[in-house]
């Protein structure tokens, strides 16, 4: 069964930090491109970071040089270090996985989504 749970989310002021987890099934987590994504009220679901499984990443103009995505293959985990936070961060965050074989994204599959609000 493929699972993804994250934690972490919560209100936060304007220019706070939040570090977001994701917690991945061994089925998938080892040969998967991991991911986060975010839809804000009202909006598309929108890439937020990616990290290959080489560690490779690749951001948002939005978000970078403010959020950090890593993961731990041991603990098969996938982290979203978020810092400077902007009200124009609140969005429900969902952690994805983009399962591959040989370069071909052969399943994609999403967790329930943790919810960031950044207000004063």
């Known amino acids: 069964q493929v699972q993804l749970v994250e934690s972490g989310g919560g209100l936060v002021q304007p220019g706070g930090s939040l570090r977001l987890s994701c917690a991945a099934s061994e089925n998938i987590y080892r040969t998967s491109v991991m991911g986060w994504y975010r839809q804000a009220p009202g909006k598309q679901r929108e890439l937020v970071a990616t990290i290959t499984v080489a560690g490779s990443t690749n951001y948002a103009d939005s978000v970078k040089d403010r959020f950090t995505i890593s993961r731990d293959y041991f603990k098969k985990m996938v982290y979203l270090q978020m810092n400077s936070l902007k009200p124009e961060d609140t969005a429900v965050y969902y952690c994805?996985?983009?399962?591959?074989?040989?370069?071909?994204?052969?399943?994609?599959?999403w967790g329930q989504g943790t919810r960031v609000a950044v207000s004063s």
């Open positions: 994805n996985a983009k399962k591959q074989l040989v370069g071909i994204t052969i399943g994609d599959f």
